[in-house]
């Protein structure tokens, strides 16, 4: 395997030649200089190199041995290791008295880009096999039990055990945000947890849970995920799957929920889909125009209430349970003009919010409404 390639063997020349203000050469591990500070020689051949690719240790040229020698000036060449085997070699330009000092740590130096090099790819490939396979969990395509198995098994995931997909959408979605969203919060997952980028650049986690689990495990992801994205991110949380198959429900839960929780409750930073299952279903009739008819009697409400105060009255009346008294100091009105209030949305509707029945049938018509916009 080649580790050293053009890009990274660049990479390392300019970060050593800010330690030392010498040329550095890098050469992979067939003599050939791949990243220098010296662009005229990119391509040669470095005898010097292939003298430490022999005998595997560190090799000192003066003047005249570089004359003897093809595409070499004086200067060290030192081995790069990597995994206990020499992948490359670098070599500082200079005479050797004057550079011998420092020469193990530009060494050093090469070694720790190469791996923080290798280490980072393999952090980006960890990454695209597990969205590979969280887009595949959360597709309507057929799945294929074979590939999912065998990909998970790389990554050392159980997929068999149960899991709750939560989805983080946040206003810029570019990638340069994506990348930087999953920094932040992929230290607070767990090794059987994944992580994944959909089509749409929503970011999904497939939280795994004990099977009895009470669902205090994803609420406390949850709440550390708002706290190391910053809280500028909309979280939807879904319902258990205790199935692979049964992921794909979770997750468009977890969607349904952020759709309708962020219009009933904008200023909310998470919703999860146990919290709106009533408003989610009835949000499935604001998309029908016959099923929107037959509650077009709150919108008299809203076009002859004087500045809204009808709907914001009802709203109150929905969030104190009907307590007069509740509702009238919450509005900082008297009872008699509450008393007034509700009469009129009464004469305006058709529905009475004192009776049950009513109630419930102008309450539906809210959220109808509400979802719409």
């Known amino acids: 395997m080649q580790f050293l390639t053009y890009e990274l063997a660049q990479e390392i020349v300019e970060r050593t030649m800010k330690i030392i203000n010498h040329n550095i050469n890098v050469m992979n591990d ?30 000192e040229i003066d003047k005249s041995t570089a004359s003897s020698m093809t595409g070499t000036k004086p200067g060290i060449n030192l081995p790069i290791h990597f995994n206990n085997q020499i992948v490359g070699v670098i070599g500082i330009t200079g005479e050797p008295e004057q550079i011998r000092n420092y020469a193990q740590l530009v060494k050093m130096a090469a070694e720790l880009v190469l791996e923080q090099s290798l280490l980072l790819e393999r952090v980006q490939w960890k990454q695209r096999l597990q969205s590979e396979i969280v887009n595949r969990l959360i597709s309507e395509k057929e799945l294929s039990e074979e590939w999912i198995n065998e990909r998970a ?14 989805v983080l959408e946040q206003p810029d979605n570019t990638e340069l945000k994506i990348q930087e969203l999953i920094r932040s919060v992929q230290f607070e997952l767990e090794k059987n947890d994944l992580i994944g980028v959909t089509f749409n650049n929503e970011i999904v986690i497939l939280k795994a849970v004990a099977i009895k689990s009470d669902e205090n495990e994803s609420a406390s992801l949850v709440n550390r995920l708002l706290k190391a994205s910053g809280g500028k991110i909309q979280i939807g949380i879904g319902s258990m799957a205790e199935s692979k198959k049964e992921i ?53 409400m809203i076009v002859e209430g004087k500045k809204g105060e009808l709907v914001q ?43 049950i029945m009513d109630l419930i049938e102008l309450y539906i018509a809210m959220l109808i409404n509400d979802m719409k916009t």
């Open 153 to 166: 098994q790389f990554l050392g995931v159980d997929l068999d055990q149960p899991r709750i997909a939560i």
């Open 248 to 300: 794909i429900t979770s997750y468009q839960q977890a969607k349904r929920a952020i759709f309708v929780g962020s219009k009933l409750q904008p200023n909310q930073s998470q919703y999860d889909y146990k919290d709106y299952y009533l408003e989610i279903m009835l949000e499935k009739l604001s998309q029908d125009n016959q099923e929107r008819k037959m509650f077009s009697f709150y919108q008299k």
């Open 313 to 355: 009255t009802f709203k109150a009346y929905i969030k104190e349970n009907g307590e007069l008294n509740k509702v009238a100091e919450s509005l900082f009105i008297h009872r008699n003009t509450l008393r007034y209030r509700l009469e009129k949305i009464t004469e305006l509707t058709g529905k009475d919010p004192r009776n």
């Open 30 to 59: 067939e003599g050939i200089i791949i990243g220098s500070g010296d662009d005229g020689r990119v391509n040669q051949l470095h005898d010097g190199a292939l003298f430490v690719l022999n005998q595997g240790k560190s090799f």
